[in-house]
């Protein structure tokens, strides 16, 4: 399936809102259940106030924030950045992940200081690893998380 999803800059307004601290910022709306639990929404919200724009954004069908994407880190000296993304429990098996990789893809080629994007995925993620694989990247190590275990590093190179 393609998704016709976009990719809308996040503002701290719209953590905010995702947080229940304010109003939307504009007319989107969420699925039910919201798009992630409260810690990664206040993570991301840090990272944001981190890294600025671009690099972290909303995923959007429809006028409905879908999921996220963003930059985990900033460009290394070697011009490296990770990336990550979810999408909402209720709004998955639509494209909208792959749909927002690519899209992000598309930002870090028209940005000079990005020369690789790198991910992780855990071992058992198959549909993220499907994502990866949709938009190019290739299977370039492992690592391990604390929370999830045993990790599959990705790596695009852009240019």
């Known amino acids: 399936m393609v998704s016709g999803a ?16 304010g109003p939307p910022p504009d007319r989107l709306s969420l699925p039910p259940g919201g798009i992630d639990e409260a810690w990664v929404l206040r993570w991301l919200r840090r990272n944001l106030a981190r890294f600025g724009q671009p690099g972290n ?14 930059h985990k880190t900033g ?3 070697d011009g490296a950045v990770e990336i990550g993304y ?3 429990a209720e709004r998955r098996r639509c494209g909208h992940a792959t749909r927002a990789v690519a899209l992000a893809v ?21 549909p993220s690893q499907r994502v990866l694989e949709a938009n190019g990247f290739a299977k370039t190590g492992t690592s391990v ?7 599959i ?7």
């Open 145 to 151: 998380d604390a929370d999830e275990g045993d990790m």
């Open 153 to 159: 590093v990705w790596s695009l190179e852009i240019g």
């Open 57 to 70: 954004w909303l995923v959007v069908a429809d006028g409905e924030v879908v999921g996220l994407c963003s």
């Open 86 to 88: 979810g999408v909402a």
């Open 6 to 21: 976009i990719l809308v800059e996040a503002m701290d307004a719209h953590f905010a809102w995702m947080l229940d601290e």
């Open 106 to 126: 598309e930002a870090a080629q028209r940005d000079p200081r990005i020369r690789r994007l790198v991910a992780e995925t855990a071992v058992g993620n198959r």
């Open 75 to 77: 460009p290394n000296a």
